[in-house]
């Protein structure tokens, strides 16, 4: 580990009286060897020399073979402890993590009128934690003024550290602003104090105002700057550091190399990090997780693979790496994969595993996979932080399970704006639009300021309840009564609000007023809107006005051919399907997962490739059958192949999510929810089938199609047919 600070000047021992056990003292090696020693001076009377007894005390509080419990036991038998014995015993509890002792022992000490020295304070503050400077740390400065110690420069930099560890940075950079700035190590303990609080540009600021002093840097400093600069992705602040490095020719060393690969892998600049990676001497775990993450986060991810497997070894911080990569480049099941490859060594994960897992889980919608997590959280007391506690949550609502979303948000200790916002925004897409507008007032009478993210929530769950007018409340209360101005994703969920509810000129004249220019996805709502409510013309403005902004959009062709044959006019949609082929348009292939058994089952329209394909097929046809018998009869409304009516009938018998129903079916006990995520939105014909399937078979269907979710029970859906 790289040290911060430089330690205060070594206590210096009283001069030696010659004794032959002294020499003895000094060359010890173990704590066997001290109490022999102990014990021969015990037998010849020479235990209360100060001299032995400071010895004795040293080494069980400074040597790394040191026992603090045979420390204490020596202390509690001198009368009267010197300074240099009270400072050591502090040092050693320092050393060792035990500050509450430290300072605990540091009153013991004001209480036998001993007062302090230049060593004590820096020996007490050093190494402090959080918990701890929290607790005495205001007072312990109070008593360095009290004693005159506040020009102390060790003692200035353990306050300068304590108060960063505090969240207090400004306290922290009061007293750094009256240092004399000589020192290096007051700097790079003040960089680190704004790199723990993530004010990164501070730590940038303050290196450029070192820069201009005649301080020279060191490679703690060089490591700190570079550190702040990954976080910015600030190449060209990283640069000029690294110039230090050559230029000053600091002594590269493992931590610093890591940071200048680190750098550079954040700044997207992977050849300069691999020459690096490539010329170290050594490389240690961190110097490929580096490597890993920069190629992870430029979207190579196979490149980041490589590089995986090649690792001589892996900690958990290296699997999260390769995980993210997978998320970011929407590979989840592959992610789910590595999981289970890091579960088979025994590699244990860390609350930033999980949360990357549960992302993962939440996207596929594998809620048992999500449960074991939740399951290893509370057996394994992985820390269970906001973050843990956000995600769950997240999980909980993109699998459908709204119950266990609720209750994991009531006992989580500690809730931020991001866990209200997960709330509405999951009640929202769940189909429970006044629950969610309900929880934003509780929110709001918590005084929690809401932010861009919980207004879409809001406005989504006004989407989904068909609640125009409080939509309408709710969108201006967001500039008058919070000063946020809406953004693009704002004036998307105006126009899906006014469109689904029909008001399709309003919707129109959103678009038009929007102070910036709508994106595809605003228009992509008006289409949505004008295929519910069968108006063509409508629908031939927005798909022109997206197809401009992204002529490749085959969902945009394809849902005005379902328009156009919604409206049975099919010479424009003939002439539509000929652009698509002109113009090599292929159809997105309607996608359906659904988890079963812990494995994560995937269908596309008309699949036969799964091992299960005979068993599927016929439970799909005794489905139909039963489903006939029921009333049923197929909605083909939406099928705008130019083909037989029989077939189209067909066409829509074999859509991914009835694949899906039907697996489930043969897969599960009775009374087990189907739960099924579809990349598309859920069409018309197979919304009836997931009705009728839920109540003829006595199943809760849960779909979250691309829109949505839709709970089926009994025959209803909670989207009330409004999607």
């Not at 602040?237 to 750098?263: F, Q, W």
């Not at 995980?323 to 989840?332: A, C, E, Q, T, W």
């Not at 060594?345 to 997590?373: M, N, Q, R, Y």
């Amino acid at each position: 580990m790289l040290s911060l600070a430089s330690p205060p000047p070594s206590l210096s021992l009283p001069p030696i009286q010659e004794h032959p056990l002294i020499p003895r003292l000094e060359s010890c090696k173990s704590m066997d060897q001290l109490k022999q020693i102990h014990s021969h001076t015990i037998k010849i009377g020479l235990l209360a020399n100060p001299i032995v007894q400071n010895r004795i005390i040293s080494f069980c509080c400074t040597h790394e073979n040191g026992d603090m419990n045979y420390a204490c036991q020596v202390f509690d038998e001198i009368p009267k402890p010197s300074n240099f014995v009270w400072n050591t015993m502090i040092k050693g509890y320092s050393r060792i993590d035990s500050h509450r002792n430290g300072v605990s022992l540091y009153l013991d000490m004001l209480k036998n009128d001993v007062k302090p020295d230049n060593y004590t304070f820096p020996f007490l503050l050093k190494g402090f934690k959080r918990d701890v400077a929290l607790e005495f740390g205001k007072e312990l400065h109070c008593h360095a003024v009290k004693f005159g110690f506040e020009s102390n420069l060790f003692v200035q930099n353990g306050l300068i550290s304590m108060y960063s560890l505090c969240g207090e940075i400004d306290m922290a950079r009061g007293i750094f602003d009256m240092c004399c700035k000589d020192d290096v190590v007051t700097w790079n303990v003040m960089f680190s104090g704004y790199n723990r609080v993530k004010q990164y540009d501070e730590t940038k600021k303050l290196f450029s105002e070192m820069e201009r002093k005649p301080v020279l840097p060191t490679s703690v400093t060089i490591v700190l700057v570079l550190s702040a600069c990954s976080k910015l992705k600030d190449l060209e602040v990283g640069k000029r550091v690294h110039r230090y490095v050559t230029e000053s020719k600091i002594e590269p060393n493992l931590i610093l190399e890591n940071a200048l690969i680190d750098m550079y892998a954040a700044c997207g600049e992977m050849d300069v990090a691999l020459d690096t990676f490539n010329i170290m001497k050594k490389k240690d775990v961190i110097s490929w997780t580096s490597i890993v993450m920069g190629f992870a986060n430029k979207g190579q991810v196979d490149l980041a693979r490589d590089y995986f497997d090649q690792m001589p070894e892996r900690d958990s911080v290296s699997w999260t790496a390769m995980i993210d990569g997978y998320l970011h480049v929407n590979r989840f099941k592959e992610a789910l994969t590595l999981f289970r490859e890091m579960q088979t060594l025994e590699i244990k994960p860390d609350e930033f595993t999980i949360v990357s897992i549960l992302t993962a889980c939440a996207h596929l919608g594998a809620l048992e996979l999500g449960e074991w997590i939740k399951t290893y959280i509370d057996k394994n007391k992985v820390k269970n932080d906001t973050f843990v506690g956000n995600a769950l949550v997240d999980m909980y609502f993109k699998c459908g399970n709204v119950e266990k979303a609720r209750r994991v948000f009531s006992e989580m200790p500690r809730i931020d704006k991001y866990s209200w916002t997960a709330m509405i925004v999951g009640l929202a897409n769940n189909g429970h639009g006044e629950e969610a507008l309900e929880l934003f007032s509780r929110m709001l009478r918590a005084s929690i300021r809401p932010d861009d993210v919980t207004y879409v929530g809001v406005l989504c769950a006004c989407t989904h309840t068909g609640l125009v007018d409080e939509g309408r409340k709710f969108f201006a209360s967001m500039t008058t009564q919070h000063g946020i101005e809406p953004n693009v994703a704002h004036y998307g969920c105006m126009v899906d609000l006014l469109g689904r509810a029909g008001h399709l000129k309003e919707a129109l004249e959103v678009i038009k007023n929007m102070p910036m220019k709508p994106n595809s996805i605003v228009w992509g709502a008006l289409l949505g809107a004008c295929r519910v409510h069968r108006d063509a013309e409508l629908a031939e403005l927005a798909a022109k006005q997206i197809l401009e902004l992204d002529p490749n959009n085959g969902a945009v062709y394809v849902l005005l051919c379902n328009i156009y044959a919604a409206c049975n006019r099919w010479d424009d949609l003939h002439q539509v399907r000929k652009l698509m082929s002109d113009r090599g348009i292929k159809k997105i292939p309607g996608c359906s997962l659904i988890e079963m058994n812990g494995a994560v089952n995937e269908f596309v329209a008309g699949d036969q490739s799964h091992p299960q394909t005979k068993e599927i097929y016929s439970k799909l046809d005794e489905m139909t059958s039963d489903l006939k018998l029921a009333g049923y009869f197929p909605d083909i409304s939406e099928v705008f192949l130019d083909i037989a009516e029989e077939d189209k009938e067909s066409t829509v018998y074999r859509h991914s999510e009835k694949l899906a129903m039907a697996f489930g079916l043969i897969n599960s006990g009775p009374a087990v929810t189907i739960r099924i995520v579809k990349n598309l939105r859920m069409c018309v014909d197979c919304h009836r089938v997931a009705k009728l399937v839920s109540k003829l078979y006595d199943r809760q269907v849960i779909v979250r199609d691309k829109t949505r979710f839709h709970h089926f029970r009994r025959g209803s859906c909670s989207c009330n047919d409004y999607w």
